[in-house]
């Protein structure tokens, strides 16, 4: 495996009413990709919310799922969906490689200031761990869950903490500290996407271990291409017992 790996933070605009072109926009951004990209887009970047039609939306994004599986290969993809399990609905995070979803880990920390808990249910802490895909290790948060110092714990030791977001402008600048931070505490690499929509923060990122962010609030499409052994230098020169 080459350490030299492109790594991307998709930043698009979606609308909560047509599902399908935003399926066509994200599937036309992860063709963009380099074949063994490491992927971010958006929380919830096929349907949005939906609170109002949630059936509809997980039946969409389950079919939609199918499509994505199609164009990953060796791609790395991490984004959430509308989930149905057992007559309850979920924001699940979806982490794909090789034409096949390798984790599913439903949202664990609902935005109440967003009502999400009227009408999602909470996931599993547990459910939040690492996991090892060609040699490298890979955690996510969703949105919110970054707030929550004990889930920082449960991803320490993780190179790559992918952040698919819906982050509100209003806290804008909470979630740049936050994510540099979850960089330069685990010393990995953070790859995090945000809607660009005008109430939201934008401020997508990719940040190496030594906490350099780079962000684009105009961009559709953040691409950084990376050298990983940045974790393991970072690691050696400040070791804090991550090696």
Known sequence: MTSKREMIALQFIFDENDYHENLKKLKSLILESSEDAIIVAPE???THFSFDKLQEAADFSKEAIKDILEISSKRVISFTIIEEIDGKFYNSAKLIHNNKVVHSQPK???FKFGEEDKYYTSGKKEDIKIIEIDGLKFAMLICFEIRFKD???QIEGADIILIPSLWGKLRKTHFEIITQALAVVNQAFVIAANSRE???AQSS????PFGEAF?????NFLSVHTDLKEIRKMRRYMDIGLT
Not at 205 to 208: N, P, Q, R, V
Not at 215 to 219: A, E, H
């Open 108 to 110: 664990v920390k609902l």
């Open 205 to 208: 990122a990719i940040i190496s």
């Open 151 to 153: 889930l920082w714990i």
């Open 198 to 200: 005008k109430e939201m």
């Open 215 to 219: 962000r684009d609030d105009k961009s």
């Open 44 to 46: 919830l970047c096929l």
